[in-house]
């Protein structure tokens, strides 16, 4: 199995810009887990899908992010427009079932905007 | 509201000693919690974990301890390689609740050789 699977690895962009990171979970797999990583938080969960429902999207930062899960085996999260504080490296994450033990994560996307 | 807390942002140790690494939570609904590895440029890897009715999982070099009481689950390596050092992460899950997967901040572990 490829693992889960992140695009791109690195997006430089200009501010007001729109963003868009995907990812494919591993195969079988149906929880997934965006987080963003940031020497403040850590690893902060942006927004977590079971069976491709929306669980909890409460660490979503605010209107501008939105993220979907039109199947199984693929997801975006979305920054509309983009802005400097966007600038973090993006994970995603992958699970057997809500009561699954550990997740698998993606080599991540680090977003830069200036 | 930080729900998963490590109070340490970087620890040191030399090569042979043990390192221990702690963590805190606060949501009492938590029954799993695991250790993840992360080194530069790379996804976090999962490391060792353990269940709320469990209080120590052992593999090889590393060791969990989970004191339910206080809330407080901590990682021993013993001993500590030069390839240890990397960021460490702490994670709870609601398993039999949401399964959401809540991470800490993260402690940087550096082994002298």
């Known amino acids: 199995d490829a693992g889960v699977i992140q695009s791109p690895r690195h997006e430089v962009t200009e501010m007001g810009q729109e963003v868009t990171l995907r990812c494919k979970p591993i195969?079988?797999?149906?929880?997934l887990f965006w987080y963003r990583q940031t020497m403040m938080r850590g690893l902060e969960l942006l927004i977590y899908?079971?069976?491709?429902?929306?669980?909890?999207d409460s660490g979503m930062p605010e209107d501008r992010f939105s993220a979907k899960m039109p199947n199984a085996s693929f997801s975006t999260l979305k920054i509309q427009p983009s802005e400097p504080r966007d600038s973090a490296v993006y994970f995603c994450?992958?699970?057997?079932?809500?009561?699954?033990?550990?997740?698998?994560f993606g080599q991540g996307t680090r977003l830069t905007v200036v | 509201d930080q729900q998963v807390k490590q109070n340490s942002p970087s620890l040191s140790v030399q090569e042979g000693r043990i390192s221990i690494l702690n963590c805190d939570y606060t949501?009492?609904?938590?029954?799993?919690f695991l250790w993840y590895k992360k080194y530069p440029a790379e996804g976090p890897t999962f490391l060792i974990s353990?269940?709320?009715?469990?209080d120590k999982n052992e593999d090889g070099r590393f060791t969990v301890f989970l004191n339910k009481s206080a809330k407080h689950l901590s990682l021993h390596i013993v001993p500590s390689q030069p390839g240890d050092s990397a960021v460490y992460f702490c994670?709870?899950?609601?398993?039999?609740?949401?399964?959401?997967?809540?991470f800490g901040q993260g402690t940087t572990l550096q082994v002298k050789p």
């Open positions: 899908f079971n069976n491709n429902v929306p669980i909890d």
């Open positions: 353990i269940s709320s009715i469990k």
């Open positions: 195969s079988g797999h149906n929880s």
């Open positions: 994450a992958s699970r057997r079932g809500a009561d699954g033990t550990e997740a698998f």
């Open positions: 994670a709870a899950s609601e398993r039999q609740n949401t399964g959401k997967l809540i």
């Open positions: 949501n009492s609904m938590f029954d799993y």
